[in-house]
């Protein structure tokens, strides 16, 4: 069987940044207002006033001190609270098509690949900006690559997911060369007026080339030696949006079209979960938690990740064990873990061992175990 390498990746990082006492002002403008708007409900006691946001808040509850988003002008703006992205024509590339050509270029420049070789072509995030035709397909046109393209969906697993894919199509011999983008933009359908989460997300764009081994030129490699998924249902984390909405004559505007989670159950029911997912692929592969060099774990919260890599580990993880980028990317829904495979893996020996996990709605979960190999 072909044994499929990662031999490239990339990054998009929109050139806007919003630091947490940014967004915290522009929340705490808009709370005074609709606190002044609903005085007299909140005076008869209808209602309760409306919470502060605070920078201390953010960073004690996510460990987020920062995120990249495609504009900060709309989301700071408390009379609007969400980017203000033109509309394009039909005829334009589509933003995640533009941000996936940049961070696809990156990764295939890496690899020393062209792209007319890459024979498959997966878009892999949470949210799509359309139906059809597939983002994909549209990718495909504008960097020239071959084969055949589709997008994926698995919410914050859709890049482990992908990975999954291309490395079996790989292994099967079906194909040689996948390129697996993961075009986030996290801030269309985040509640900016929502407390317990305006301050969770961010925007960027992964790439990853993977190819069998037997034909990559990359000194530096990842060699995927095995991925393990795993989902279960859950509402605990649930986006509503959809083409039924029209139909069902429900609000499009509505909380419920936009991102929303029960944080705690989340994090009593995912934690578990993933540890387990992972221990149980490295036993499946003969390999200890202690053998592991790097755990590049999804970047949704600090304290969750603190807890997946102490599980796993069997030590309170360093930050070169687990490294951490959250803090300035905040959550990227399926480009964080690989934002953090992206920038810490360089600097690893050979034949060290790391693990690629993401985690998020659905429930769902991919576990990919590499290990470094220099040529």
Not at 3 to 15: D, F, Q, R, S
Not at 283 to 304: C, F, I, K, T, Y
Not at 321 to 343: E, K
Request: charged share 25%; with cysteine.
């Amino acid at each position: 069987m072909t044994h499929a390498v990662i031999t490239g990746t990339g990054l998009y990082t929109p050139e806007h940044a919003i630091d947490n006492d940014a967004l915290v002002a522009s929340f705490n403008t808009w709370v005074d207002r609709e606190n002044a708007r609903q005085a007299d409900a909140i005076k008869r006691g209808e209602r309760e006033p409306l919470a502060y946001s605070s920078t201390e808040f953010i960073v004690k509850a996510s460990g987020i001190h920062s995120r990249y988003v495609l504009d900060a002008e709309g989301i700071l703006d408390p009379d609007r609270m969400r980017p203000r992205l033109p509309r394009r024509a039909n005829d334009e590339d589509s933003i995640q098509c533009e941000m996936g050509v940049v961070a696809a270029r990156e990764a295939l420049d890496r690899a020393g690949v062209e792209a007319g070789d890459i024979d498959l072509l997966i878009v892999a995030c949470s949210n799509l900006e359309r139906s059809y035709p597939a983002v994909a397909v549209e990718l495909q046109m504008a960097l020239g690559t071959r084969g055949y393209a589709f997008d994926m969906n698995v919410a914050c697993s859709s890049a482990t997911f992908a990975i999954d894919t291309a490395a079996n199509a790989i292994g099967n011999g079906s194909i040689q060369r996948a390129l697996v983008v993961s075009p986030e933009i996290c801030s269309a359908h985040l509640n900016f007026r929502d407390r317990d989460s305006h301050f969770i997300f961010g925007d960027a764009c992964t790439a990853i080339v993977i190819e069998a081994d037997d034909i990559a030129t990359a000194a530096s490699r990842f060699e995927i030696l095995g991925t393990r998924l795993v989902t279960r249902y859950s509402n605990a984390i649930r986006n509503n949006a959809g083409f039924l909405n029209r139909v069902t004559d429900s609000d499009p505007l509505a909380e419920d079209k936009l991102f929303v989670q029960e944080g705690r159950r989340v994090f009593k029911e995912v934690c578990p979960m993933v540890a387990q997912l992972i221990t149980e692929h490295l036993a499946s592969a003969q390999v200890s938690g202690d053998r592991l060099a790097r755990l590049w774990l999804h970047q949704a919260n600090r304290h969750m990740n603190d807890l997946i890599a102490r599980r796993v580990l069997g030590v309170e993880p360093t930050p070169e064990q687990a490294p951490v980028i959250l803090d300035r990317y905040a959550n990227t829904s399926s480009a964080g873990s690989i934002i953090a495979f992206h920038l810490h893996r360089d600097d690893l020996p050979d034949n060290a061992l790391g693990v690629v996990c993401s985690f998020g709605a659905g429930y769902s979960a991919g576990s990919v175990l590499v290990r470094k190999v220099t040529s």
